[in-house]
């Protein structure tokens, strides 16, 4: 048997030296490991209880396949079930593994099976990393082969096979030749497209161009920086202020619209909710003491906070004073309720309570529990703040905006260079009180090293570093000459020249030579190759809210686009690596490297990652549209902003956009009509390819679509390749400027054809200075504005008078004469009601001239469904012809396209939708049973409407905008069935 043993092991051995080289491919076989058979072992094969029927059976594989999958449930352990079928019919039931986002043991079950199904399987999983990795193992034993079958799924640059391949090429540039030789015409333009690079033929700028920072990098030059002497000072008498009147209030209250004297009111409620525990002392504590119980209420509330019961008499009659937590001890049994105490002592006990009392749970999460208490003792209860703030509450912090107070520094200082989630409302904390932050960070930044003290200085230099450098001086000097000295030292030391001990280090496998080329503004010429390790240095060293210092001005020497080119490689390489924390800075630095293309595809990603409750990275993706802020980014976040389904995005959307609004003084609407994205299209529409001699032009057809066209207006199918005589530089930046025109022409399109639907249907105007630049003018728009009828209304939103935009961007009537717009013009986009009062034969005589233009409207507008409410159904609020009929999941879902908002109801079920309309009020759409939130609803299945009603409102239907009701309905008989489910 030994001998058998290892005459199949020579075999093995054989088989595997045919699959090597790099036209090896897999041989179908199955490399059974010893951890298979040990799980194949512990397969229990057991007669079906209802056919009899056993897996094991002899059967073809399709009848084998057939059994396994109709009897899945019922095999037990499931892996040695798949095992038994794969020692059964080897590599061809390697589809029962086949299963998306395998686990890790089904991906080394499928990597000991030699088969090209398999490789197929994982290219098309590539985007999971464990799926990656095992591409990165199968190409090492047939290189050309995985190669080829991930240039075959045609990958975008941005996804993960594209990654992939350069990833594989760049660390086996010997496999490039083969390859290229290897490939049918399919695959050779996929690998031409992944590795093609705008700035082809761009020259190395020499060493003496580079930005300061790479010259001299730090990191390869690092002096010993002075030694700041440890000094241990005490902290000078501090100030104690509390700015109430700068308080914002909460949310909820902002919601409710009742401010007035709201912090008093907190402050009467939490005495009220107190003398209510008061009363409910006996059965809330039947175990306290006799005298406890017997005793007033001071006794039973210095009891609850835990002073030790011998001193209770003591400190009521004034022969004790509470100066320590040792006259405290252990807290009653049960904690809750134990903070609302507080409210039945005296001023001096309760601060004393507070000070020096047992941290009490129900106290300090709550910021609407400590807040009162502040307000009612005022400064002299800071003492006690300090052990109950926590890093991560937000709400903390904005508590803290309105406390001066020294000692609270070190934990701002704390939260502003460890914590990214608070650091604006850090520095906000700082800018306002320099002189007081100041203070309290200059001992902890020159006493012994540790996290306090670096936060302490990294805080100083900031504050140093904004305008107040006076401050911090002043009061380095209230401590003396010699912590005067010190800070100066402290400060003197360049902001680069601050570096870790520790210097983070670029990952092995991304691909450096196939990143795009960094270029630089001066000049035009790149980066050489052999400094994109210190670009990469550079933005490793900093924290996401915090770059490192030498960063901004080596990105403001770069050209904008190449850095955003560059960064989207970064972003493609972290998440087709399973995005690893360690690497996170490539993620981060999206909003200070990205363009349009970038937000584009964040805004793509954060939807994914929020679809799977990845709630953090789709935040940090929002705040990197913001951070880029061009308006494409803007227009994204509009997006959100308008989007239904995640209440979450809508708000952060909301409060961003309302942010730069606020910033530039405009409503929402009037910010998403000057931010939309010209896509460096002339005031035609048109764009200028450049190839050196020759030149091409794009013009986007009525679908928005880019068309090229050769020098003589001939449309062309596709924009040719550089010819010899052609600069090969300009001519592929050419095709990357095309490329990218594609992708957000589509998304534009989409966008903005629903801004303007919905603008007619809320029927907003426009006067002519904003109507002529941002409509009829503006490259982009003028596209989607030529095909549709233009209203001019007057004072009271009557319709006077119709005009078209024409193709050279003039107004014109329906006889085609030129129309002049008054200057308190009001424009808008008439909706057929509005057709239909002015002259019912408007829009048919409108159709035909369109047709001899041969235009298509973006969306209905004149062939629109209109809709009269019934007059019987006027005083009332349901719409009863609703009711008991169909509706699909699919349509359901289709109306969050339209305005419509999931509602969910008891038990955690989506069982209503609802429509806002002008004024107060929804209109809802009940259903009968619904689907539970977390479930992801077949769109085949059938609901039943329970009814449709409007609601939150005392109005009637007929108070509602006759256009509101009109679109409403519209929505209703496009999505609702006739019949009953």
């Given at each position: 048997?030994?001998?058998?043993?290892?005459?199949?092991?020579?075999?093995?051995?054989?088989?595997?030296?045919?699959?090597?080289?790099?036209?090896?491919?897999?041989?179908?076989?199955?490399?059974?490991?010893?951890?298979?058979?040990?799980?194949?072992?512990?397969?229990?094969?057991?007669?079906?209880?209802?056919?009899?029927?056993?897996?094991?059976?002899?059967?073809?594989?399709?009848?084998?396949?057939?059994?396994?999958?109709?009897?899945?449930?019922?095999?037990?352990?499931?892996?040695?079930?798949?095992?038994?079928?794969?020692?059964?019919?080897?590599?061809?039931?390697?589809?029962?593994?086949?299963?998306?986002?395998?686990?890790?043991?089904?991906?080394?079950?499928l990597?000991?099976?030699?088969?090209?199904?398999?490789?197929?399987?994982?290219v098309?999983?590539?985007?999971?990393?464990?799926?990656?990795?095992?591409?990165?193992k199968?190409?090492?034993?047939?290189?050309?082969?995985?190669?080829?079958?991930?240039l075959?799924?045609?990958?975008?640059?941005?996804?993960?096979?594209?990654?992939?391949?350069?990833?594989?090429?760049?660390?086996?540039?010997?496999?490039?030749?083969?390859?290229?030789?290897?490939?049918?015409?399919?695959?050779?333009?996929?690998?031409?497209?992944?590795?093609?690079?705008?700035?082809?033929?761009?020259?190395?700028?020499?060493?003496?161009?580079?930005?300061?920072?790479?010259?001299?990098?730090?990191?390869?030059?690092?002096?010993?920086?002075?030694?700041?002497?440890?000094?241990?000072?005490?902290?000078?008498?501090?100030?104690a202020?509390?700015?109430?009147?700068?308080?914002?209030?909460?949310?909820?209250?902002?919601?409710?619209?009742?401010?007035?004297?709201?912090?008093?009111?907190?402050?009467?409620?939490?005495?009220?909710?107190?003398?209510?525990?008061?009363?409910?002392?006996?059965?809330?504590?039947?175990?306290?003491?006799?005298?406890?119980?017997?005793?007033?209420?001071?006794?039973?509330?210095?009891?609850?906070?835990?002073?030790?019961?011998?001193?209770?008499?003591?400190?009521?009659?004034?022969?004790?004073?509470?100066?320590?937590?040792?006259?405290?001890?252990?807290?009653?049994?049960?904690?809750?309720?134990?903070?609302?105490?507080?409210?039945?002592?005296?001023?001096?006990?309760?601060?004393?309570?507070?000070?020096?009392?047992?941290?009490?749970?129900?106290?300090?999460?709550?910021?609407?529990?400590?807040?009162?208490?502040?307000?009612?003792?005022?400064?002299?209860?800071?003492?006690?703040?300090?052990?109950?703030?926590?890093?991560?509450?937000?709400?903390?912090?904005?508590?803290?905006?309105?406390?001066?107070?020294?000692?609270?520094?070190?934990?701002?200082?704390?939260?502003?260079?460890?914590?990214?989630?608070?650091?604006?409302?850090?520095?906000?904390?700082?800018?306002?009180?320099?002189?007081?932050?100041?203070?309290?960070?200059?001992?902890?930044?020159?006493?012994?090293?540790?996290?306090?003290?670096e936060?302490?200085?990294?805080?100083?230099?900031?504050?140093?570093?904004?305008?107040?450098?006076?401050?911090?001086?002043?009061?380095?000097?209230?401590?003396?000459?010699?912590?005067?000295?010190?800070?100066?030292?402290?400060?003197?030391?360049?902001?680069?020249?601050?570096?870790?001990?520790s210097?983070?280090?670029?990952?092995?496998?991304?691909?450096?030579?196939?990143?795009?080329?960094?270029?630089?503004?001066?000049?035009?010429?790149?980066?050489?190759?052999a400094?994109v390790?210190?670009?990469?240095?550079?933005?490793?060293l900093?924290?996401?809210?915090?770059?490192?210092?030498?960063?901004?001005?080596?990105l403001?020497?770069?050209?904008?686009d190449?850095?955003?080119?560059?960064?989207?490689?970064?972003?493609?390489?972290?998440?087709?690596?399973?995005?690893?924390?360690?690497?996170?800075?490539?993620?981060?630095?999206?909003?200070?490297l990205?363009?349009?293309?970038?937000?584009?595809?964040?805004?793509?990603?954060?939807?994914?990652?929020?679809?799977?409750?990845?709630?953090?990275?789709?935040?940090?993706?929002?705040?990197?549209?913001?951070?880029?802020?061009?308006?494409?980014?803007?227009?994204?976040?509009?997006?959100?902003?308008?989007?239904?389904?995640?209440?979450?995005?809508?708000?952060?959307?909301?409060?961003?956009?309302?942010?730069?609004?606020?910033?530039?003084?405009?409503?929402?609407d009037?910010?998403?009509?000057?931010?939309?994205?010209?896509?460096?299209?002339?005031?035609?529409?048109?764009?200028?390819?450049?190839?050196?001699?020759?030149?091409?032009?794009?013009?986007?057809?009525?679908?928005?679509?880019?068309?090229?066209?050769?020098?003589?207006?001939?449309?062309?199918?596709?924009?040719?390749?550089?010819?010899?005589?052609?600069?090969?530089?300009?001519?592929?930046?050419?095709?990357?400027?095309?490329?990218?025109?594609?992708?957000?022409?589509?998304?534009?399109?989409?966008?903005?054809?629903?801004?303007?639907?919905?603008?007619m249907?809320?029927?907003?105007?426009?006067?002519?200075?904003?109507?002529?630049?941002?409509?009829?003018?503006?490259?982009?728009?003028?596209?989607?504005?030529?095909?549709?009828?233009?209203?001019?209304?007057?004072?009271?939103?009557?319709?006077?008078?119709?005009?078209?935009?024409?193709?050279?961007?003039?107004?014109?009537?329906?006889?085609?004469?030129?129309?002049?717009?008054?200057?308190?013009?009001?424009?808008?986009?008439?909706?057929?009601?509005?057709?239909a009062?002015?002259?019912?034969?408007?829009?048919?005589?409108?159709?035909?001239?369109?047709?001899?233009?041969?235009?298509?409207?973006?969306?209905?507008?004149?062939?629109?469904?209109?809709?009269?409410?019934?007059?019987?159904?006027?005083?009332?609020?349901?719409?009863?012809?609703?009711?008991?009929?169909?509706?699909s999941?699919?349509?359901?879902?289709?109306l969050?396209?339209?305005?419509?908002?999931?509602?969910?109801?008891?038990?955690?079920?989506?069982?209503?939708?609802?429509?806002?309309?002008?004024?107060?009020?929804?209109?809802?759409?009940?259903?009968?049973?619904?689907?539970?939130?977390?479930?992801?609803?077949?769109?085949?299945?059938?609901?039943?409407?329970?009814?449709?009603?409007?609601?939150?409102?005392?109005?009637?239907?007929?108070?509602?905008?006759?256009?509101?009701?009109?679109?409403?309905?519209?929505?209703?008989?496009r999505?609702?069935?006739?019949?009953?489910?």
């Open positions: 048997m030994a001998g058998n043993r290892k005459s199949k092991g020579e075999t093995e051995k054989n088989e595997e030296k045919k699959e090597g080289g790099l036209d090896a491919r897999p041989d179908g076989k199955v490399r059974w490991t010893k951890n298979m058979r040990e799980a194949l072992a512990k397969f229990n094969d057991r007669p079906c209880g209802r056919c009899g029927g056993l897996l094991s059976e002899e059967r073809s594989l399709a009848d084998s396949l057939d059994f396994f999958r109709r009897h899945r449930s019922s095999f037990y352990p499931p892996r040695a079930a798949r095992l038994r079928m794969l020692e059964m019919h080897g590599a061809a039931a390697a589809e029962l593994l086949f299963e998306p986002s395998p686990h890790k043991e089904a991906v080394t079950d990597l000991a099976i030699h088969d090209a199904e398999v490789v197929r399987f994982f098309a999983q590539v985007k999971q990393i464990d799926c990656k990795n095992a591409l990165v199968q190409a090492a034993r047939w290189p050309l082969f995985v190669l080829r079958e991930l075959s799924a045609n990958p975008a640059r941005h996804q993960a096979g594209a990654a992939l391949v350069l990833e594989l090429l760049a660390a086996n540039p010997e496999w490039q030749e083969p390859l290229e030789a290897s490939c049918d015409e399919a695959q050779r333009k996929t690998l031409a497209r992944l590795q093609e690079d705008g700035s082809a033929g761009v020259a190395d700028a020499p060493a003496a161009d580079w930005p300061a920072l790479l010259r001299r990098p730090p990191w390869k030059n690092r002096q010993a920086l002075p030694v700041i002497p440890v000094l241990a000072l005490q902290p000078l008498p501090p100030t202020r509390l700015h109430w009147t700068d308080l914002k209030p909460p949310q909820y209250l902002q919601a409710t619209g009742d401010l007035s004297d709201w912090l008093a009111r907190e402050v009467r409620v939490s005495r009220d909710r107190s003398n209510q525990w008061m009363t409910e002392f006996p059965r809330h504590q039947p175990d306290a003491p006799d005298a406890i119980r017997e005793g007033g209420n001071l006794h039973k509330a210095l009891w609850m906070l835990g002073l030790r019961p011998e001193l209770i008499d003591d400190v009521i009659a004034g022969r004790h004073e509470i100066t320590s937590p040792e006259d405290f001890g252990q807290l009653p049994g049960s904690r809750w309720g134990v903070a609302e105490y507080i409210w039945q002592l005296p001023p001096p006990l309760a601060v004393a309570a507070f000070t020096h009392g047992p941290a009490v749970d129900h106290f300090m999460g709550d910021v609407a529990r400590v807040r009162p208490i502040l307000h009612a003792l005022g400064t002299d209860a800071l003492p006690g703040l300090p052990r109950f703030l926590k890093q991560g509450s937000r709400a903390m912090f904005e508590l803290a905006s309105v406390i001066e107070w020294d000692p609270l520094a070190g934990w701002i200082a704390k939260g502003f260079h460890t914590n990214r989630w608070v650091r604006r409302e850090a520095a906000a904390w700082l800018e306002r009180y320099p002189d007081t932050a100041a203070r309290g960070l200059v001992p902890v930044a020159l006493g012994e090293p540790g996290p306090a003290h936060s302490a200085q990294a805080a100083l230099r900031w504050l140093h570093d904004n305008g107040h450098a006076d401050a911090v001086r002043a009061q380095a000097q209230a401590y003396g000459a010699e912590a005067a000295d010190a800070v100066a030292q402290l400060l003197s030391i360049a902001p680069e020249d601050v570096l870790p001990d210097l983070p280090v670029v990952p092995k496998t991304l691909p450096l030579p196939s990143l795009p080329r960094l270029i630089l503004k001066e000049g035009g010429l790149a980066l050489p190759q400094v390790p210190d670009v990469l240095m550079a933005m490793m900093g924290k996401p809210d915090a770059p490192y210092p030498g960063l901004a001005p080596l403001d020497a770069l050209a904008p190449s850095l955003a080119r560059f960064g989207r490689a970064l972003l493609a390489w972290w998440i087709g690596n399973g995005r690893p924390a360690r690497e996170r800075w490539m993620f981060a630095l999206q909003g200070r990205g363009d349009g293309e970038t937000a584009r595809q964040l805004y793509s990603l954060l939807r994914q990652w929020r679809a799977g409750l990845d709630r953090v990275r789709a935040y940090d993706a929002m705040a990197m549209l913001g951070e880029i802020g061009s308006d494409a980014a803007l227009m994204h976040l509009a997006e959100l902003a308008r989007q239904t389904r995640y209440d979450d995005l809508r708000t952060r959307a909301d409060r961003m956009l309302g942010e730069v609004a606020e910033q530039r003084g405009l409503s929402l009037q910010l998403a009509d000057r931010t939309v994205p010209d896509l460096g299209l002339d005031a035609r529409a048109r764009l200028t390819l450049d190839f050196g001699p020759r030149s091409f032009e794009v013009r986007m057809d009525d679908s928005f679509q880019p068309v090229v066209h050769d020098a003589r207006g001939k449309a062309l199918k596709t924009l040719p390749k550089a010819g010899a005589n052609d600069d090969a530089g300009k001519a592929a930046a050419a095709a990357t400027q095309l490329k990218e025109l594609r992708k957000l022409a589509k998304t534009v399109a989409t966008t903005q054809i629903r801004r303007l639907e919905a603008a249907c809320a029927q907003r105007r426009w006067g002519p200075d904003e109507f002529m630049p941002f409509f009829a003018n503006h490259p982009v728009l003028r596209v989607f504005s030529r095909p549709l009828v233009w209203g001019l209304f007057d004072a009271d939103d009557k319709l006077q008078g119709t005009f078209r935009v024409t193709a050279e961007g003039e107004l014109a009537d329906l006889h085609d004469d030129p129309v002049k717009l008054p200057e308190n013009a009001r424009i808008g986009l008439p909706h057929p009601l509005d057709f009062a002015l002259d019912a034969s408007l829009v048919t005589a409108w159709a035909p001239v369109l047709a001899d233009y041969e235009i298509l409207q973006p969306f209905e507008q004149l062939a629109r469904q209109s809709f009269v409410l019934d007059p019987a159904l006027r005083a009332g609020r349901e719409l009863p012809q609703w009711a008991g009929r169909a509706v999941n699919a349509a359901l879902m289709g969050e396209t339209r305005g419509w908002v999931r509602e969910i109801g008891d038990g955690g079920m989506v069982n209503s939708f609802n429509k806002g309309v002008p004024g107060e009020g929804q209109v809802c759409l009940r259903l009968e049973e619904g689907w539970f939130v977390q479930d992801s609803p077949d769109g085949k299945v059938l609901q039943t409407v329970h009814g449709v009603a409007l609601t939150g409102t005392e109005r009637t239907l007929g108070d509602l905008p006759a256009i509101a009701f009109s679109e409403i309905e519209r929505d209703l008989q999505a609702v069935r006739e019949t009953s489910a």
